[in-house]
């Protein structure tokens, strides 16, 4: 699929500069690296349930992926989506390595996630289905293994940016929703299967913004990726902010508070910024956390306009 440009320009320039910066430093420390991709995990299982409903605690997702507890008081099924989503993830970083994604590798993500859930795992629908709230019903199952051979195409052969395609997988394979349930948790897999094939780090989708996610999914379905592809962009910016964290110094990750006291902005300020994705920041445990490289950026950003 072309680029269609639809990512706004200075997040894409934000990405851009923070990729190259990053692959300029690889390989990255083994530690580091591994203790961000063990709470880049813990967070994408957490997260991506609970915008489906699990009632799972991040603690307790975390004591259930990590320790194999199950939790007194909660469903088991909810025990069991956080241990096959966990388990989802690492298997798209192996599949990540091939050429292509194929139907074999959305089936085996399919299968990993509802492995004792559905008796389906892993496999297409066999039959037709409504979505509540959706603009769109999805299309009737005989035409669903030639829709996504379709998408598959275009996105592997895809010479567009890598972000944008991205979003654009996402948001066409949970419109076609291939599988009888589960498509939300396999396109938010999927798409970090195509960012992390293409250099870029794993994204993580909050519980938090569940309401913006499915506003802007709505907007695709009526013909306008761009708030879903920037939504997307967002989250990809975040992601390489944390990784280049790993290095500290200018890009070491700060509550903004502490960011503000050296600044000509006040915390309230930055946090509003922050919140519109003016400013590039980070929400760890519930609280904005921006770089000095960061607020430098944007300060430099602001003069440039005036």
Same mark, same amino acid.
């Given at each position: 699929m072309a680029?269609?440009?639809?990512?706004r320009?200075e997040?894409l320039e934000?990405i851009?500069?923070?990729?190259?910066?990053?692959?300029s430093?690889?390989?990255?420390?083994k530690?580091?690296?591994?203790?961000l991709?063990?709470?880049l995990r813990?967070l994408h299982?957490h997260?991506s349930?609970a915008?489906?409903?699990?009632?799972l605690t991040l603690s307790e997702?975390k004591l259930?992926?990590?320790?194999g507890i199950?939790?007194?008081?909660?469903?088991l099924?909810?025990?069991?989506?956080a241990?096959?989503?966990?388990?989802?993830?690492?298997?798209i970083?192996?599949?990540a390595?091939g050429?292509k994604?194929?139907?074999?590798?959305l089936q085996k993500?399919?299968e990993?996630l509802?492995?004792g859930?559905?008796?389906?795992?892993?496999r297409y629908r066999?039959?037709?289905v409504r979505?509540?709230g959706?603009?769109k019903?999805?299309?009737?199952?005989?035409?669903?293994?030639?829709?996504?051979d379709?998408?598959l195409?275009r996105?592997?052969?895809?010479?567009?940016?890598?972000v944008?395609?991205?979003?654009?997988?996402h948001?066409n394979?949970v419109?076609?929703h291939p599988?009888?349930?589960?498509n939300g948790?396999v396109?938010?897999?999927?798409?970090?299967l195509?960012?992390?094939?293409?250099g870029?780090?794993p994204i993580?989708? @909050?519980?938090e913004?569940?309401a913006k996610? +499915?506003? /802007? %999914? &709505?907007?695709a379905?009526?013909g306008?990726l #761009?708030?879903?592809?920037?939504f997307?962009?967002r989250a990809?910016?975040?992601s390489?902010?944390?990784?280049?964290s790993i290095?500290?110094g200018?890009?070491?990750?700060?509550p903004l508070k502490e960011v503000a @006291?050296?600044?000509p902005y006040?915390?309230? +300020?930055l /946090? %509003? &910024?922050?919140?519109q994705?003016k400013?590039? #920041?980070v929400?760890?445990?519930?609280?904005w956390?921006?770089?000095r490289r960061?607020?430098e950026?944007?300060?430099?950003?602001?003069s440039?306009?005036?």
């Amino acid at each position: 699929m072309a680029n269609t440009d639809i990512i706004r320009k200075e997040l894409l320039e934000r990405i851009e500069e923070k990729k190259k910066r990053l692959d300029s430093m690889r390989p990255l420390p083994k530690d580091a690296l591994r203790r961000l991709h063990e709470e880049l995990r813990l967070l994408h299982t957490h997260h991506s349930n609970a915008i489906e409903g699990n009632t799972l605690t991040l603690s307790e997702t975390k004591l259930v992926v990590e320790e194999g507890i199950t939790i007194g008081g909660k469903p088991l099924k909810d025990c069991l989506e956080a241990r096959n989503t966990a388990n989802a993830y690492d298997l798209i970083e192996g599949l990540a390595r091939g050429r292509k994604i194929t139907h074999e590798a959305l089936q085996k993500i399919h299968e990993a996630l509802t492995r004792g859930i559905l008796e389906d795992a892993g496999r297409y629908r066999t039959k037709n289905v409504r979505i509540t709230g959706a603009i769109k019903t999805p299309p009737n199952f005989s035409k669903v293994a030639g829709l996504m051979d379709r998408l598959l195409n275009r996105v592997n052969e895809s010479k567009g940016n890598a972000v944008e395609t991205s979003a654009f997988l996402h948001h066409n394979f949970v419109e076609i929703h291939p599988f009888s349930d589960g498509n939300g948790r396999v396109a938010r897999l999927l798409n970090n299967l195509h960012l992390i094939r293409h250099g870029y780090p794993p994204i993580v989708l @909050r519980r938090e913004d569940r309401a913006k996610y +499915y506003k /802007s %999914l &709505r907007s695709a379905d009526a013909g306008n990726l #761009a708030p879903f592809a920037n939504f997307i962009a967002r989250a990809v910016d975040e992601s390489l902010m944390q990784h280049l964290s790993i290095f500290g110094g200018k890009d070491e990750l700060l509550p903004l508070k502490e960011v503000a @006291r050296n600044s000509p902005y006040s915390q309230e +300020y930055l /946090s %509003l &910024r922050a919140r519109q994705g003016k400013l590039a #920041a980070v929400k760890i445990n519930d609280m904005w956390h921006t770089s000095r490289r960061a607020l430098e950026e944007y300060t430099l950003n602001i003069s440039s306009q005036r």
